[in-house]
C-alpha cells in the first residue's frame, strides 16, 4: 500500500518523513466519514472563497477548511466565534507542514444531531399510523383560502404579490402565527386549526427559507397532529426546495416555495379568461353551424312538393298503401303454399306411420325372426347330435366293457372289490366270480401255479 521506506541509517531503520506522512495520512483516510463537535475560532474566509477555522475544546483543537465549492451547502449561516457547532466531513493530511484538517462538507449547531435523530423516530412512528400517506385532492377554485404565517414575514408578501399576478383581490384569510422560536410550534398549530373553523376550502401553511433551527417548529408533532385533523386539504410551503420538514410529509401537497404554495392553490384568472374565450369561440361556432343546418333544412322543406301540394302528400301514402297491399297479399299467399306443402307432407309421414302399415312391418320383421330361429335351433341340434355321437364313440373305447366285448373278463375273489392280478393271495377253494361281457361265472380254485414254478 505504501512506499518503501527511505531510510537516513540502514543500520537503525529509520523512516523518511514521506514514508511516516504517508502512514498517518492512510490511518487517518481509513477512519472514513467523521462528525466532530466542537467550539468554532477564528473562522475567517480568504480571497479564495475558502473559510478556514478551527475546531477547539478546553484540551485540543483541530483546523477545518470548507471548500469554496461546498460553502454554499455546508453552512446555513456565518461562523460565529465561540460557536458550538458540529462539523461533518474526513480527515486530510497536509504533508507539507505536517499537520492534519478536516475537510468539512457541513455544518450544524451543536444538539442538532439528537433533535434529528428525534425526528427521524417521528417520522418513522407517523409513517405506522398512515399519517404519511394521505393525499386529498387540492379544489381548482377554492371559495376562500386561508394562510398560516407570519404577517410580517417575507413568505406572505410573496404569497401576496403571486395572489395579485394570477387574480387580484382573490379571497384569502390570514391566519397570523410565529413561525420560529419557543412556542412557535404550539402557534402554528393554533392558526391551523382557527383558519380552518373559519369557513376556507384549502389552508397553506408557509413561511421563508431559513437554517434547520429556523424551520423546527415545522417538524413538531403538535403542527402535524393540527395538519392531520384539518377537515380541508393543506398545502405546504415551508422553506425552500431543498427543505423538507415534517409539515411538508403530512401535508396533502407540498410547495417548494412560498410563491410555488400561491401558485397551487390561487386559479389563474388570466387562464381562465383565456379559456373562456376560446369556449365562447367554439360555442359560437358551433351555434353557426346549428343555425346553417337548420336553415338548410327549412329551406329544403319549403321547397319539397308535400308542401307545396298536399294532395302529391295523399298520392305518396296511397302509393305506398298499395306497395304494402302488394307486399301483404303475395306473403298471404306464400304462406297458403307453404302451409299447403307442409299438410301433404305431414299426410304422407302420417300414412307411413299408420298403426296398419306399423303392424305389417312389424309380423314381416317376426316371421323373419322366426325362419332364423328356426334354423338356428335345427343347426343347434344337429350339431349337439354329432357331438354326442363323437363323444360316445371316445367313451365307448374307452369303457372297461368294450376291453370285455374283444374277450377280456375281469376275475374277483368272493366277497373282495379287488379284482385278481396275480396268483399272490389265492388259495386252493377260494371262490372266483368272473365277469364277463354279458355277465357273470362263479368258479373255484383247483390250483394255485405260479409262472416260475412251471
Given amino acids: 500500500m505504501f512506499d518503501t521506506p527511505v531510510r537516513g541509517n540502514a543500520a537503525q ?142 413568505a406572505f408578501q410573496d404569497f401576496l404579490r403571486t395572489r395579485t399576478l394570477r387574480w387580484p383581490l382573490y379571497p384569502v384569510v390570514l391566519a397570523h402565527t410565529s413561525v420560529q422560536g419557543a412556542g412557535a410550534a404550539a402557534s402554528v398549530a393554533a392558526a391551523i386549526r ?33 395538519i392531520w385533523e384539518c377537515p380541508v386539504p393543506v398545502v405546504s410551503g415551508v422553506g425552500h426546495e431543498t427543505d423538507t420538514t415534517l409539515c411538508d410529509l403530512v401535508a396533502d401537497r407540498r410547495a417548494h416555495t412560498p410563491t410555488d404554495a400561491a401558485t397551487q392553490v390561487i386559479p389563474d384568472r388570466h387562464a381562465l379568461v383565456d379559456g373562456l374565450e376560446r369556449l365562447e369561440g367554439h360555442l359560437a361556432e358551433a351555434l353557426t ?56 307432407d305431414l299426410r304422407r309421414r302420417l300414412e307411413r306411420r299408420s298403426p296398419a302399415a306399423e303392424l305389417a312391418r312389424r309380423s314381416s320383421r317376426v316371421d323373419v325372426a322366426r325362419a332364423h330361429l ?30 370285455l366285448a374283444r374277450g377280456y373278463s375281469i376275475t374277483y375273489v368272493e366277497g373282495r372289490s379287488e379284482p385278481v392280478t396275480g396268483v399272490e393271495g389265492i388259495s386252493v377253494g377260494a371262490k372266483l366270480r368272473t365277469r364277463v361281457v354279458d355277465g357273470e361265472i362263479a368258479s373255484g380254485v383247483s390250483e394255485v401255479a405260479p409262472l416260475e414254478n412251471r
Avoid at 380552518?196 to 402535524?224: C, H, K, M, P
Avoid at 307545396?308 to 306464400?334: K, M
Fill in 289 to 344: 353551424a346549428q343555425l346553417d343546418a337548420r336553415r338548410e333544412r327549412i329551406e329544403r322543406a319549403a321547397n319539397s312538393s308535400v308542401l307545396r301540394s298536399a294532395r302529391g302528400l295523399l298520392d305518396a301514402r296511397r302509393e305506398r298503401l298499395g306497395q304494402l297491399e302488394r307486399v301483404l297479399s303475395a306473403s298471404v299467399r306464400g304462406l297458403g303454399a307453404r302451409a299447403a306443402t307442409g299438410l301433404a
Fill in 13 to 154: 531503520g529509520a523512516w523518511s518523513v514521506s514514508y511516516l506522512t504517508q502512514r498517518i495520512r492512510g490511518a487517518l483516510e481509513g477512519l472514513g466519514r467523521v462528525a466532530v463537535e466542537g467550539e468554532v475560532s477564528g473562522g475567517r474566509p480568504v480571497a479564495s472563497g475558502h473559510i478556514y477555522f478551527d475546531l477547539k475544546d478546553i484540551d485540543a483543537q483541530v483546523a477545518c477548511v470548507i471548500w469554496r465549492s461546498a460553502a454554499a451547502t455546508a453552512l446555513r449561516q456565518p461562523l460565529r466565534e465561540g460557536d458550538k457547532v458540529v462539523v461533518h466531513g474526513k480527515l486530510e493530511v497536509y504533508g507539507q507542514r505536517g499537520r492534519y484538517q478536516i475537510i468539512v462538507q457541513r455544518v450544524e449547531p451543536a444538539g442538532l444531531g439528537s433533535l434529528l435523530a428525534q425526528l427521524e423516530r417521528l417520522k418513522v412512528d407517523l409513517k405506522a399510523r398512515g399519517w404519511l400517506d394521505r393525499r386529498r385532492p387540492v379544489p381548482q377554485m377554492p371559495r376562500r383560502v386561508g394562510v398560516v404565517t407570519s404577517r410580517d414575514g417575507a
Fill in 374 to 403: 328356426r334354423a338356428g335351433v335345427a343347426k343347434a341340434l344337429e350339431g349337439g347330435r354329432r357331438d354326442i355321437e363323437a363323444i360316445a364313440d371316445r367313451l365307448a373305447a374307452l369303457s372297461p366293457l368294450g376291453v
Fill in 194 to 226: 382557527r383558519v380552518a373553523a373559519s369557513g376556507v376550502d384549502i389552508v397553506v401553511v408557509t413561511r421563508g427559507g431559513g437554517s434547520v433551527e429556523d424551520l423546527w417548529a415545522f417538524n413538531e408533532l403538535a403542527v402535524a397532529e393540527a
